[in-house]
């Protein structure tokens, strides 16, 4: 009986961990919340860098939601899904917490490729003409 308790007890805790990585149905995974958010985000930086400032004629709530439903569209998902998955991972932030510093880690992964072939090497050195050493006479 003594070795059966301890048994049960690991079981239970595994159990109870194994359940706090698997998702309610019809919650997006990790992966495909981070990939919708970011393009997401991209449609926003689109919307609002060359949509919208070039013309504004147009209503940005109504651009956007197109945008969005495109997005959507890409991801095979809809704009219920999508609300109530980013519901959960709000109420678990640790997970949210996850998810955003993906996003924040790819953002600065972009901005260094963008910046990288922008670098050039100092060419300065190779140009100070050094005088040859002088000899001294003594």
């Known amino acids: 009986m003594r070795s059966l308790l301890p048994a049960i007890a690991g079981l239970l805790i595994l159990a109870s ?3 706090k990585n698997k998702l309610p149905a019809g919650i997006m995974s990790k992966e495909k919340m981070e990939a919708v958010m970011w393009d997401m985000m991209q449609a926003d930086v689109f919307l609002s860098d060359f949509v919208l400032s070039k013309d504004t004629s147009l209503k940005k709530f109504e651009e956007h939601t197109k945008l969005y439903e495109r997005v959507f569209q890409i991801h095979q998902t809809n704009k219920e899904q999508f609300s109530r998955s980013f519901t ?3 109420s678990h932030p640790t997970i949210m917490k996850e998810v955003l510093d993906s ?23 190779n140009k100070i003409k050094r005088a040859p050493p002088t000899i001294s006479a003594q």
Request: charged fraction near 30%.
């Open 17 to 19: 961990c194994s359940k």
């Open 88 to 90: 959960y991972y709000r």
């Open 103 to 125: 996003l924040n880690t790819k953002q600065i992964e972009e901005i260094q490729e963008q910046v990288a072939p922008l670098k050039v090497d100092d060419s300065l050195p």
